[in-house]
């Protein structure tokens, strides 16, 4: 399979941990980004990177989350001292370098709750 | 900054019924416009998308036209299957935005037998 895989699938955290998820994008890929999805929503930006470079940043996101593609291949995203409203869907996605006209590829996505 | 508004759902259909699923957006610049669709138990995935105004884009018997002078890309489909039954989501890149896609909330629709 060679789509845009995320691990874990579904994690369950108490408030207060930290988690990370991690995406592997299509390999040919340099562009990688991060959504989140809450229910009844679209995604929602989080950031982008071209390469290893983290691109642009969502001002909504809060500095508890932070992401890395250390060698530009895969990337993870970290949320430190979750709260529960930090509970949704993180997408990743991937693309070629098209500009504004590419499709973007989407994993299933990483689910999370905090209880 | 740039954002998509579509049609809140759910829409429910019978088979083979005519479909319209309204898209606006707001952008500065000339963005490329998008529909993505969530099929139940999967991932997002791209059904169609125009690069520039007129343009059309088709894809599984949908299709959409960007159209600059309303802003707006409405899906359609002149027959709806149960198959059909899935999110689908607005979205556009680019103009001053970036490179990131921004999205609409979603439509959810339902098709019945």
């Known amino acids: 399979d060679t789509g845009v895989s995320q691990d874990p699938r579904h994690k369950i955290t108490k408030r207060g941990q930290n988690v990370t998820f991690r995406c592997d994008p299509i390999s040919e890929h340099n562009r990688l980004y991060w959504y989140r999805q809450t229910l009844g929503q679209g995604p929602e930006f989080l950031t982008y990177f071209q390469n290893e470079a983290q691109l642009e940043k969502s001002r909504l996101l809060s500095d508890r989350f932070s992401a890395e593609r250390p060698k530009g291949s895969f990337s993870t995203l970290e949320i430190q001292r979750t709260e529960q409203g930090d509970s949704a869907m993180y997408l990743c996605a991937s693309m070629t370098s098209e500009g504004a006209t590419g499709e973007l590829f989407f994993g299933e996505g990483s689910r999370l709750t905090v209880l | 900054g740039n954002s998509v508004t579509q049609m809140e759902g759910p829409v429910t259909l019978s088979e083979e019924a005519f479909l319209t699923i309204n898209c606006t957006y707001t952008?500065?610049?000339?963005?490329?416009l998008f529909w993505y669709v969530q099929y139940p138990g999967e991932g997002l995935q791209l059904l169609l998308k125009?690069?520039?105004?007129?343009d059309k884009g088709s894809n599984k018997g949908f299709e959409a036209t960007y159209r600059k002078e309303t802003t707006s890309f409405h899906l359609e489909k002149g027959s709806v299957q149960v198959s059909d039954s899935a999110v689908y989501f607005c979205a556009l890149r680019g103009g001053t935005g970036g490179f990131k896609t921004i999205f609409g909330a979603g439509t959810r629709l339902f098709v019945k037998a």
């Open positions: 952008a500065t610049g000339y963005p490329s």
């Open positions: 125009a690069t520039k105004a007129d």
